[in-house]
């Protein structure tokens, strides 16, 4: 069963908000994810302990992002909102290194 606290760093969101499940079976929208998250910890996990554990709120999604008269996330969702700020730094997710662009 996922945490029920939003993975995104520094997020602040209570009960009551929508969460979502990282994507599944779609790697590089995945890697995103785990970018704009902004987490350490998820660096260290396989995509699917971090599905399996995690989920990232509402509150990072654009109104944009969900389907028509649904809280479900349209397939090609990314959080794109009330992100972390980090610097300019290459980190390695699954032997694929990733330039953080938060």
């Known amino acids: 069963m996922p945490s029920p606290i939003c993975v995104v ?7 009551g908000i929508s969460k979502h499940r990282f994507p599944k079976n779609d790697l590089p929208r995945f890697e ?6 902004g987490n350490p910890k ?4 396989t995509p699917d ?3 399996k554990s995690y989920l990232v709120c509402d509150l990072h999604f654009d109104t944009d992002c969900h389907s028509e008269g649904t809280k479900l996330l349209k397939r090609n969702a990314i959080p794109t909102l009330c ?3 980090c610097e300019l730094i290459n980190y390695c997710v ?8 938060c």
């Open 32 to 37: 995103v994810w785990v970018q704009r998250c």
């Open 83 to 85: 992100l972390p700020v």
């Open 94 to 101: 699954n032997h694929i290194y990733v330039k953080c662009l």
């Open 42 to 45: 998820l660096l260290t996990m």
């Open 9 to 15: 760093m520094s997020c602040k969101s209570r009960n």
């Open 49 to 51: 302990q971090i599905y």
